[in-house]
T-cell receptor, first 110, second 114 residues
Framework: DAKTTQPTSMDCAEGRAANLPCNHSTISGNEYVYWYRQIHSQGPQYIIH???NNETNEMASLIITEDRKSSTLILPHATLRDTAVYYCIVRVSEEQNFVFGPGTRLSVLP | GAVVSQHPSRVICKSGTSVKIECRSLDFQATTMFWYRQFPKQSLMLMAT?????????EQGVEKDKFLINHASLTLSTLTVTSAHPEDSSFYIC??????????FGPGTRLTVL
């Protein structure tokens, strides 16, 4: 079973920031938080991952709470192309496979 | 990021035939690759872990004699769906671990069994 819970769906206006929450209250100290997204009929695309500290790259920012029980993926200026299902996954780095939950279906509206 | 390719992207076959799907890591070597299956409006489900030079590890409920996996080199894993039936119609996705423990996914193969 997935170790994360996410809202089923969210809407965001084009050009605005999209904030996608994820709860992982049972996360262990050595588990990373990964975010992927899947655009319809394509393979999942890696976005970002982190352990404790907040992370930022060219695609997004990842904010992890101090107790690590939840995190937020931020797309700073959402575009129509960001419409996708976003998956939050926790994984121990030494383990190999990911367990995907249902994710959040983000719709970016014009 | 690292690139993983799959071939073919789409295949239609008759019931009872076998279909082979290839997964390649294009710019890195991968000792471990994964095969997932995704039915419409559902999330990805891990089928098996493919290890270069050794037997694949299958998840519970996945028939190893029906879904044959071969990982003969550090850049290629193949999944063969043997004696395919309509219920095997699905979106098959592979992935590979690149540097920094990040998993990169292929674009997927849509299999339709008539």
């Amino acid at each position: 079973d997935a170790k994360t819970t996410q809202p089923t769906s969210m809407d965001c206006a084009e050009g605005r920031a999209a904030n996608l929450p994820c709860n992982h209250s049972t996360i262990s100290g050595n588990e990373y938080v990964y975010w992927y997204r899947q655009i319809h009929s394509q393979g999942p695309q890696y976005i970002i991952h982190g352990l404790k500290n907040n992370e930022t790259n060219e695609m997004a920012s990842l904010i992890i709470t101090e107790d690590r029980k939840s995190s937020t993926l931020i797309l700073p200026h959402a575009t129509l192309r960001d419409t996708a299902v976003y998956y939050c996954i926790v994984r121990v780095s030494e383990e190999q496979n990911f367990v995907f939950g249902p994710g959040t279906r983000l719709s970016v509206l014009p | 990021g690292a690139v993983v390719s799959q071939h073919p992207s789409r295949v239609i076959c008759k019931s009872g035939t076998s279909v082979k799907i290839e997964c390649r890591s294009l710019d890195f070597q991968a000792t471990t690759m994964f095969w997932y299956r995704q039915f419409p409006k559902q999330s990805l489900m891990l089928m098996a872990t493919s290890n270069e030079g050794s037997k694949a590890t299958y998840e519970q409920g996945v028939e190893k004699d029906k879904f044959l996996i071969n990982h003969a080199s550090l850049t290629l894993s193949t999944l063969t769906v043997t004696s395919a039936h309509p219920e095997d119609s699905s979106f098959y996705i592979c992935s590979a671990i690149a540097a920094a423990d990040t998993q990169y996914f292929g674009p997927g193969t849509r299999l339709t069994v008539l």
